[in-house]
């Protein structure tokens, strides 16, 4: 299996079935809306540092967290019902972005493959509806949050950040609470890791996952700017 090169001026993209070993698939193209819409709608998403060019990917297994199947420690459960935290939907996309391309602690290197092509590229899905954040606050900063793309009943997640300890496990706990009352089939978490696996994310293979897709795809989802349902509880 080869990776297959792009063409600019067609959105297309060629089955995620034939990507390499690693999850290559493709190489070019753009981060037009119409390009990003069509790729993740076929299990496909860009992920490249700012000195390599565009690559496109759809990795085997694939990582899925089933909306109601988080597994919430007692140590997270307390820290969502005494953390003090408020936790908001789509009222500052951009500022999760940059939390998310933010160089961490752990990790220095990380975040660097959001570029400002990637910000620009997402805050255009964001203005369209396309694109969604989670904003988690205490004492009215930004605590942490997670960004991104729906497409039919599917949250195709992208990155999530923590400036306060499980801030961002508190923001995918609110989502997907919010994600079950609104029926969505599963948020796709991209790559299995055991920390994902601690928290319920399951590792499909990709073939399952596409099928999975497929159906979240032609389901009607939930269009427009978010807000989270009142009184919705991520305990419950």
Not at 1 to 26: I, R
Not at 66 to 73: A, K, N
Not at 110 to 116: K, L, P, S, V
Not at 152 to 174: H, I, N, P
């Amino acid at each position: 299996m080869g990776v297959f090169l792009l063409d600019p001026d067609d959105p297309t993209f060629p089955p995620a079935g034939g990507a390499t070993a690693e999850g290559l698939l493709a190489i070019g193209g753009d981060l037009s809306r119409p390009r990003l819409l069509e790729a993740y709608r076929h299990g496909i998403f860009p992920w490249y540092s700012g000195d390599q060019p565009l690559l496109w990917w759809s990795p085997d297994p694939r990582a899925l967290l089933v909306p109601g199947e988080m597994r919430l420690c007692r140590s997270l459960a307390k820290r969502i019902r005494n953390g003090g935290f408020t936790v908001t939907a789509d009222t500052c996309f951009r500022a999760v972005m940059a939390g998310c391309a933010a160089p961490r602690l752990d990790d220095p290197e990380g975040g660097t493959w959001i570029t400002a092509a990637m910000v620009e590229a997402y805050g255009a899905l964001f203005d369209a509806g396309d694109a969604h954040s989670l904003e988690v606050w205490r004492d009215g900063c930004l605590a942490g949050g997670l960004y991104g793309v729906a497409v039919g009943a599917a949250f195709c997640g992208e990155s999530m950040f923590s400036v306060e300890r499980d801030a961002s496990k508190v923001a995918l706990a609110t989502l997907a609470a919010q994600l079950r009352c609104w029926s969505f089939h599963f948020i796709d978490c991209q790559l299995p890791t055991p920390h994902l696996a601690s928290l319920g994310v399951q590792a499909v293979p990709r073939c399952d996952f596409l099928k999975r897709l497929a159906a979240a795809v032609a389901a009607p989802g939930h269009p427009g700017r978010w807000q989270l349902d009142p009184g919705l509880d991520p305990l419950v």
